[in-house]
């Protein structure tokens, strides 16, 4: 099975407090054997009784040790006075006694490597070491040696040419003031052949970025952004870039894929893998991707060449060796075009293990394709499943049909509006909705000949794609057949849901023109369809801003959309007299009319999808739960405890690691 440990977070604290724990054999049968001491956080001044062995420098493995706290605005008015009282403190992130000696602490400006003359450089397992400028600088020279900067820098601990860890401090404004490193990297363990470490969508929906760490390699499954959720930065990684071995990526949502081009501008310098049409959607709007970034302008056109260098396409079902004993095998899982669930076989001295990865999962009724590959799953190895849980606490009904609610609402506010606002995400939503518009003036849902305009560069060129997917069947070419036809439905090949084209952009045909954000659209056209699905920026945020307060405009709501943004408050106050909401510190009062339909355009699984999808693997002994809000993980969870008996179910917070190996298998109480 697994253990589970706690990334420590603030003050460093332990305790003697033991609990049960399940050990489970290969077959997975448990049995409560032992009590084992549970170091947590209680008091600095407890004793924990270390691991066998002590670990010197040159044994030391990437985030054994960590810098956990600096003082850099240090008091005083010069150098000289400054520097003595500035401070760096070093932490013992594993399960045994390690030796400071040898370890070399360095910033922009120089290094130190830690001499035995400092006095006890022993630390216990989640012990703290402290060292003063004083002794690291007793020059105080700000030039030639380390010298910590109230502006902020990075700092960098190393042994030899191996990185162990680096930490970027933010800027002090007060002297003295202490600054406490808050994400830190998963405890190391040496008895683990195995980690999964989970640096995001760990009870949230954004981030999605698992590190899989195999003795000395790692690889990563999804770097994605977390979409200004504000918790965390995109550009800060808890590991090194440059050490990490591989990179998969699930499908082109930006919450799977959104730090690439930081992991590339930070080292990282080996293969992407993901199937052909995720490249393509891709692609095609990296330039966009790496132009608004934070990179620096001369160096956006390296990482782009780097990244477009990169990338590995990968057919479904066909197994690719991502790293030395790790194989990744793609199949679909429905939820957008090219998206997938990858089985991961890794091999570890002697041991085999089998990981599932669902990325997200679709639910089922997606018009452009087939539900997830449920005949691969039942012959799939995996004993752990990582799950997605974005809908994990909500069952959809769709007996009536996906689109109903859509052409009602829909046609009832074209009849008694003047403009029709559908935010929507730029990927796969903008085109689901324009085919269901479509479908609904050819069958008479819809009145005939709408006007209808795509804004956004994004999903212009998104929806071009997706015109080119569909043009590909009418052309009836047999090489793309062969590339495109395993990525969708039979019947999205079978019907023009996007061909001809029955709308026009706000960019021009080309993408490239200039939007007027205040353009005349009531007089102009019928509906507007605008990215983003949050209605937080570009010209679906513009559209709400100007027409929320307009009784003659409509808002349809097709997305999910967190509460604090324009979609979400638009949601939390429908109906309610005097309603307002805030954009950007701006109060507007809500006149216009909002139609709710995101389940009919949801593209994932509802809460039982999910079960029906974790029931297909036939091994599993562990469920992974990620990738949703804390409740829909909590709902998820006990549905699954409810219907699949024996199975060990973890919720994992951020920086927490799942290990898998060693002499025994443990479940964490």
């Known amino acids: 099975m697994y253990t589970l440990f706690r990334t420590t977070f603030g003050e460093v604290q332990r305790s003697r407090n033991p609990k049960e724990v399940v050990i489970r054999n290969r077959s997975g049968s448990p049995a409560i054997v032992a009590l084992l001491t549970v170091v947590l956080a209680v008091a600095t001044s407890c004793t924990a009784v270390p691991d066998a062995g002590l670990l010197q420098a040159a044994e030391l493995s990437r985030y054994a040790v960590l810098i956990v706290e600096v003082i850099a605005n240090a008091p005083g008015y010069t150098s000289e006075e400054e520097i003595p009282n500035e401070s760096i403190t070093l932490l013992n992130n594993t399960q045994t006694d390690i030796d400071l000696v040898g370890v070399t602490i360095s910033d922009e400006h120089g290094s130190w490597t830690i001499p035995s003359s400092v006095g006890d450089t022993i630390l216990e397992p989640g012990e703290k070491w402290t060292v003063t400028g004083s002794t690291y600088n007793p020059s105080k020279d700000c030039f030639n040696a380390i010298c910590l900067r109230n502006k902020g820098e990075c700092l960098t601990l190393s042994y030899g040419a191996r990185e162990l860890d680096r930490w970027c401090y933010p800027q002090s404004g007060v002297q003295g003031e202490t600054l406490r490193r808050l994400n830190l990297p998963a405890q190391v363990v040496t008895t683990s052949d195995l980690s999964i470490a989970f640096w995001g969508a760990a009870r949230e929906v ?54 690439l081009h930081y992991l590339f501008h930070q080292g990282y310098q080996g293969t992407v893998y993901m199937t052909e049409v995720t490249a393509e959607l891709y692609l095609a709007r990296l330039d966009d991707t ?71 999962i679709g639910p089922g009724y997606h018009p452009f394709l087939d539900p997830p590959d449920y005949a691969f799953m039942s012959q799939d190895d995996a004993t ?79 929806t071009e794609k997706y015109v080119e997917f569909q043009r590909s069947a009418q052309l009836a070419s047999a090489s793309l057949e062969r590339r495109y036809r395993p990525y969708f439905s039979d019947e999205f090949w079978a019907e023009s849901y996007l061909w001809p084209c029955f709308w026009t952009y706000t960019r021009g045909t080309n993408c490239k023109g200039w939007e007027d954000c205040d353009a005349d659209f009531k007089n102009e056209y019928d509906i507007v369809v605008a990215p983003p699905g949050f209605g937080d920026s570009s010209l679906s945020k513009h559209l709400i801003e100007r027409y929320v307060s307009d009784p003659d405009v409509a808002f349809v709501k097709v997305s999910w959309a967190p509460d604090d943004s324009p979609m979400g408050q638009l949601a939390l106050v429908q109906g309610q007299p005097n309603a307002t909401i805030t954009i950007e510190g701006t109060t507007y009062p809500v006149e216009a009319r909002l139609v709710s339909v995101s389940e009919a355009f949801s593209g994932h699984a509802d809460q039982d999808g999910l079960v029906q999808y ?47 190996g060693g002499s025994e298998d443990y479940a964490g109480v």
């Open 206 to 259: 954004q981030g999605s970025c698992y590190q899989i760490s195999v003795g000395e390699t790692d690889i990563l499954v999804d770097c994605g952004s977390f979409m200004n959720s504000g918790e965390y930065d995109d550009q800060v990684f808890e590991f090194a870039p440059s050490e990490i071995d591989g990179v998969i990526i699930t499908h082109s949502h930006a919450d799977h894929y959104g730090r």
């Open 290 to 360: 790496i132009y608004y970034s934070s990179i620096p302008g001369n160096e956006k056109e390296s990482v782009e060449t780097a990244i477009r260098k990169s990338i590995h396409e990968v057919e479904y079902c066909s197994p690719v060796t991502v790293s030395a004993g790790i194989t990744a095998t793609f199949f679909n899982a429905g939820h957008i075009p090219g998206s997938a669930s990858i089985s991961l076989n890794i091999e570890a001295d002697g041991e085999a293990y089998s990981v599932l990865f669902s990325g997200d």
């Open 384 to 462: 752990v499943l990582v799950i997605e849980s974005t809908y994990g606490d909500t069952v959809r009904d769709t007996s009536d049909g996906p689109y109903d609610a859509f052409w009602t609402g829909l046609a009832i506010a074209i009849e008694e509006t003047e403009l029709v606002v559908i935010p929507a995400l730029s990927l796969d939503r903008t085109q689901r909705v324009l085919a269901a518009i479509g479908e609904g003036m050819e069958e008479g849902q819809l009145p005939p000949d709408l006007g209808i305009v795509v804004g956004g560069k994004s999903s212009c060129y998104l």
């Open 614 to 660: 974790a029931s297909a693997l036939p091994h599993i002994d562990t469920i992974v739960i990620t990738h949703g809000e804390y409740s829909s993980m909590l709902a998820l969870k006990s549905r699954l405890s409810a219907e699949l008996d024996g199975l060990e179910i973890v919720v994992p917070e951020y920086g927490k690691a799942i290990l898998l």
